[in-house]
């Protein structure tokens, strides 16, 4: 996958000081909106997902790379949504972030996922809470979550013991 990391960095716009002073915020939307990025990173992604019922997207990135992933293999996808984005009813799954806490959502109805096989695609797992959460979310719906898969990895920040014992892939790791 060295292929791939290079090129993951060599579309990555890095943005000092955002959103807050001291933090050098990741911009994957360059390697997004470049054809072959996109679909070099898509065909990386979907090889970590083969043999899944479902992929399952985690807002709001995660909704393009998920999508992606879930037509190369011809699967469906699952939006995981922040809070207040859908009617009800819901599954919600609260959590906190280093500032205040936050929401995850799923439709509650019109949706089994009950034993189905799911891969979570997000673009990047930086301290490991939205992913735990979405985990637990997709968890308590009866869903077995076989792993996750990211474009990008902040190792220093934790996120993957934040996650364990689910299986994270990283397509770079920073």
């Known amino acids: ?3 791939i990391s290079a090129l993951v960095a060599s579309l990555t716009r890095e943005v000092p000081d955002f959103p807050e002073p001291g933090i050098q915020f990741k911009d994957l ?8 990025g996109l679909a070099a990173v898509t065909a990386a992604l979907a090889e970590y997902a083969e043999g899944a019922d479902l992929i399952a997207g ?10 992606a992933v879930a037509t190369r293999l011809g699967t469906g996808v699952l939006a995981i949504r922040k809070g207040g984005k859908l009617p009800p009813p819901v599954r919600r799954e609260e959590y906190t972030l280093e ?3 936050a929401v995850l959502e799923i439709p509650a109805e019109g949706i089994d996922l009950e ?7 997000d673009d990047v797992l930086a301290t490991g809470g939205t992913m735990a959460a979405a985990h637990r ?16 990895e902040l190792g220093a920040l934790g996120g993957r013991e934040a996650i364990a014992p689910l299986t994270v892939d990283s397509l770079r790791t920073v």
Not at 29 to 36: E, I, K, Q, S, V
Not at 138 to 144: E, F, K, R, V, Y
């Open 1 to 3: 996958m060295t292929d």
């Open 29 to 36: 939307t360059p390697l997004l909106a470049d054809r072959a």
């Open 58 to 67: 985690i807002d709001a990135r995660g909704f393009l790379l998920g999508a």
């Open 99 to 101: 500032y205040g806490t």
């Open 115 to 121: 034993g189905r096989s799911i891969v979570l695609i």
């Open 137 to 152: 979310l997709l968890l308590d719906c009866g869903a077995s979550v076989r792993a996750a898969a990211v474009v990008l």
